[in-house]
């Protein structure tokens, strides 16, 4: 059994990105999937980059431009965003706002480039 309030978790600052952290809710023994929260402040941004495994991400508040490969999105509270192992794409809360959302990946491992 588990459950634990996410504001309980330690945010950690998220390397190369702009005024944005992160804190992992799984549970340590977690085999299969990982659930993380990502915030960015207002102003808050992430550089375009690919993982080599996908994500799933459910956005909890506030709104952000995401682009995904060669689309632009104006993602807000309640949106679902999937993107693919290997595309580009990064976060700007370019809105006056701050964003956060759930994001769910593999335990495969992974490998992030950034990508000018």
Known sequence: MYCKNSSEYTQNEIPKTQKATMAVLSPDEEKDFLVRKVSLEAGGSMPNHTNEIQHQQFVLSGEAKVSIGDDMYHAKAGDFLYIPAGITHY??????????????????????????
């Open 91 to 116: 976060y700007d809360a370019c809105y006056g706002e701050g964003y956060e959302f759930l994001c769910m990946i593999t335990t495969k491992e992974d490998s992030i480039k950034l990508v000018d």
